[in-house]
């Protein structure tokens, strides 16, 4: 077989031609190695390692060979730098980390392994996962000698989204089949959407958190990126399962088969359109994709019936409170002493602290740090935090009783397609108003995905597919069926 167009193979694909022998892992590595680098100016990958990834293939081959191969033998991935790698090194896409080499493996990365997959390096991203459009990376992408913004494969001049930009691109530029990325407030679905390929966030819980850089550890859940959601499952169900040891917040239920309804009908479905994500701050063109997705879904035999989540606004100021207030306490680790960067130049302890946090944190890191401080305050405490978290529960509730009316959730992932780089000229609000409609669904912990489905003037446009508490499977089937009846997902970025 031909190893010429390779890349244009999914996971499902790529892993059936690996276990005939059609190709092999060590082909597969040096084909997506070889794209990888022609297009590094995108600024996707932070790490590589050519040796490290042909001896994972070595290993896969034999055991193929072997025939002792598991569900994603070969396949080569790349993972978002926000996951802890014993064989590469991990930045969080900061400084405060540079130099930094973990011990050990996250238990995501480590699954991943285990179930064959090949890491070929380490992803760009947003500063400890803070940001929505991989601008506030202050790392150097490979071939580059400064940090640079990942750049989105649809227009250069665009951003990817975030804070999972790298892994998004990564995927939509076909340099690898599948990436990891993580979902706080919406990394996953949001660049997912920007960037037209399928990402899914899980239900919190269902993933290991042990050795994500945590960022806010009530929210911050890991999932994947890949083309079709069929590929989605196949990594989604090698990467879940419970780790009572490491992680007391994985939950305590069995790693499932998320591809075991794919095909199944979706006739009676009731997806649930919230009235709040149509409303005015909707782009035209984004609105016009999301009716027309729902239109398909009716061919298909699902009823669209319109739901309510009163809260949605006020997601954003809870989201923003809640998540700084946890990364404030998160981020109080990093001090010079235990890991990464520490200042040269320092009179006593509470100076090289200080000094080290100065040099080692970008301007959004320190924002959050305090605004986190702030709000966790005493005297201020009652009024913010508090206050958040009660409002949390009742945007839980939100979904609880809409969940009573329908089976999924559908609209937009973002208001809009991608914006230019720059374009929020450094104003974060701007950036925190983009993340409306992934927040709500974040502050509940429930899954969600985003499906491409369509463009808005030449910029993809992802359907955000929300569901109740451990129905992955059914958000899988459902955008499996999307996509067997579009072809919004095969479409690839010209020139890639
Ligand atoms: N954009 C959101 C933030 O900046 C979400 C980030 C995330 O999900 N990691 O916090």
Same mark, same amino acid.
């Given at each position: 077989?031909?190893?010429? %167009?390779? /890349?244009?193979? #999914? ?5 059936? !031609?690996?276990? &005939? ?5 060590? &082909? ?5 190695? #070889? ?29 193929? +060979? ?12 790349? /993972? ?46 947003? $500063? ?9 990376? !202050?790392?150097? !992408? ?25 892994? !998004? ?75 009572? =040891? ?29 009235? =709040? ?48 207030? $946890? ?7 990093? %001090? ?21 946090? &100065?040099?080692?944190?970008? %301007? &959004? ?12 305050? /005493? ?16 945007? +839980? ?13 559908a609209g937009p992932a973002a208001p809009t397609v991608a914006w230019k780089l720059g374009e929020h000229g450094g104003d974060p609000v701007a950036d925190y108003l983009a993340d409306i409609f992934t927040l709500p669904g974040s502050l509940a912990g429930l899954p969600g995905m985003s499906v491409p489905a369509g463009f808005d003037a030449g910029m993809p446009v992802g359907l955000q597919l929300i569901g109740n508490y451990f129905s992955e499977a059914k958000l899988l089937n459902a955008a499996h069926r999307f996509q067997q ?12």
């Amino acid at each position: 077989m031909s190893t010429r %167009d390779l /890349h244009q193979m #999914g996971v499902a694909e790529l892993a059936g !031609a690996l276990r &005939e022998r059609k190709v092999s892992a060590v &082909e597969a590595a040096q084909h997506q190695l #070889g794209r990888i680098k022609q297009h590094q100016d995108l600024g996707a990958f932070v790490a590589l390692d050519e040796d490290f990834a042909l001896s994972q293939a070595r290993a896969a081959d034999a055991q193929i +060979a072997a025939g002792t191969g598991r569900a994603l033998a070969g396949v080569p991935i790349a /993972h978002k730098d926000i996951f802890v790698t014993a064989d590469l090194p991990t930045t969080a896409g900061s400084r405060i980390l540079a130099g930094y080499r973990s011990p050990f493996d996250a238990t995501v990365v480590r699954k991943l392994a285990e179930a064959g997959t090949v890491t070929l390096g380490k992803l760009s991203c947003d $500063e400890f996962a803070m940001g929505s459009s991989n601008e506030n990376v !202050a790392v150097p !992408a490979i071939g580059f000698d400064h940090a640079v913004p990942v750049r989105n494969p649809w227009d250069r001049d665009r951003i990817p989204g975030g804070s999972s930009g790298g892994s !998004a691109v990564a995927v939509a530029a076909r340099l690898v089949p599948a990436a990891t990325g993580t979902d706080t407030g919406g990394s996953i679905r949001q660049p997912a959407s920007f960037c037209g390929v399928t990402g899914i966030k899980p239900t919190y819980g269902r993933a290991s958190r042990y050795g994500m850089v945590a960022f806010a550890s009530s929210l911050d859940q890991a999932g994947p990126f890949a083309r079709s959601a069929e590929d989605c499952a196949l990594m989604l169900s090698a990467l879940c399962g419970p780790d009572p =040891e490491r992680d007391s917040t994985s939950l305590d239920r069995p790693a499932e088969d998320f591809s075991r309804t794919l095909g199944d009908s979706l006739e009676g479905l009731r997806i649930g359109v919230p009235r =709040e994500f149509l409303g005015d701050g909707v782009a035209p063109g984004v609105r016009a994709a999301i009716d027309a997705a729902l239109a398909e879904y009716e061919k298909l035999g699902a009823q669209r019936v319109e739901v309510t989540l009163p809260r949605t606004e006020l997601s954003i100021p809870v989201y923003y409170i809640i998540a700084a207030a $946890e990364s404030s306490s998160n981020l109080s680790r990093f %001090d010079g002493v235990k890991f990464g960067h520490r200042a040269k130049n320092y009179r006593d302890l509470a100076d090289m602290y200080a000094k080290t946090r &100065e040099e080692g944190f970008g %301007d &959004e890191v320190k924002r959050r740090i305090m605004i986190g401080t702030y709000v966790l305050s /005493h005297g201020y405490y009652d009024a913010y935090y508090l206050q958040a978290q009660k409002v949390r529960r009742m945007i +839980a509730d939100d979904f609880r009783q809409a969940f009573a009316h329908c089976d999924l959730i559908a609209g937009p992932a973002a208001p809009t397609v991608a914006w230019k780089l720059g374009e929020h000229g450094g104003d974060p609000v701007a950036d925190y108003l983009a993340d409306i409609f992934t927040l709500p669904g974040s502050l509940a912990g429930l899954p969600g995905m985003s499906v491409p489905a369509g463009f808005d003037a030449g910029m993809p446009v992802g359907l955000q597919l929300i569901g109740n508490y451990f129905s992955e499977a059914k958000l899988l089937n459902a955008a499996h069926r999307f996509q067997q009846a579009t072809d919004w997902h095969q479409r690839a970025p010209q020139g890639y």
